[in-house]
């Protein structure tokens, strides 16, 4: 069966600091991945998505950075995170057309 | 994409049905409805999807108009779990492959005594 890993569940990190949270998936291959991010009391955005290796489309303009170095790794990035990147980062990961299955998510603290 | 608009919240009896509306009124012919929970501090959860005909599985019930702008999520018997915010969803395909689900707000679903 499918599976997906999204660690740390949770982070505390200093403004102006790097960032990088990983997710990784198993029991499938080529899947396309996606990251969102849920601000405190908000719905969730689509932030990028990948259909493949080295593929990454962003979604809206922004302070992080997606990449794809495996066909199941997916890695969110920032080199100096702001207040305002603070929030719940989910990973998910789909078929070419099947619903989506999500990670217990990270939660981010910029302090 | 087509939008979706959903109540913010609602309240439901344990083990009476809870009946959670979507408005999609601009979905396109080939986009589905797809409709997910999340219970707090956790990942969303899948329930159910449909394109034209209702559909019913261990979880709930969809039911979708004739001409495709509205639906309903149906929990036959609600129970304290099922307390959750519900997303209804309009998939929208990307080339290459794979679905971007574009989340709105949700219905806040309270299952009370």
């Known amino acids: 069966s499918q599976t997906i890993h999204q660690w740390p569940a949770t982070l505390v990190q200093p403004v102006g600091s790097p960032l990088s949270l990983e997710c990784t998936v198993e029991?499938?291959?080529?899947?396309?991945l996606y990251w969102y991010r849920q601000a405190a009391g908000r719905g969730l955005q689509l932030l990028f998505y990948s259909v493949g290796i080295g593929q990454i489309s962003s979604e809206v303009p922004q302070n992080l950075s997606a990449s794809r170095p495996q066909d199941r790794q997916f890695i969110l990035s920032s080199k100096k995170l702001l207040l305002s990147d603070s929030g719940f980062y989910l990973c998910?990961?789909?078929?070419?057309?099947?619903?989506?299955?999500f990670g217990q998510g990270t939660r981010l603290t910029v302090v | 994409d087509a939008k979706t608009t959903q109540p913010p919240s609602m309240d439901c009896a344990e083990g009476r049905a809870a009946n959670l509306p979507c408005n999609h009124s601009t979905i396109s012919g080939n986009e589905y409805v797809y409709w997910y929970r999340q219970i707090h501090s956790q990942g969303p959860q899948y329930i159910i999807h449909?394109?034209?005909n209702n559909e019913t599985n261990e979880m709930a019930s969809l039911i979708i108009t004739e001409d495709r702008k509205s639906s309903t999520l149906i929990l036959p018997h609600a129970t304290l779990r099922d307390t959750a915010v519900y997303y209804c969803?309009?998939?929208?395909?990307?080339?290459?492959?794979?679905?971007?689900?574009?989340f709105g707000t949700g219905t806040q679903l309270k299952v009370e005594l």
């Open positions: 969803i309009v998939r929208v395909a990307v080339t290459g492959g794979g679905n971007k689900l574009t």
């Open positions: 029991g499938t291959s080529n899947p396309n």
């Open positions: 998910a990961w789909s078929g070419a057309y099947t619903e989506a299955f």
């Open positions: 449909g394109l034209k």
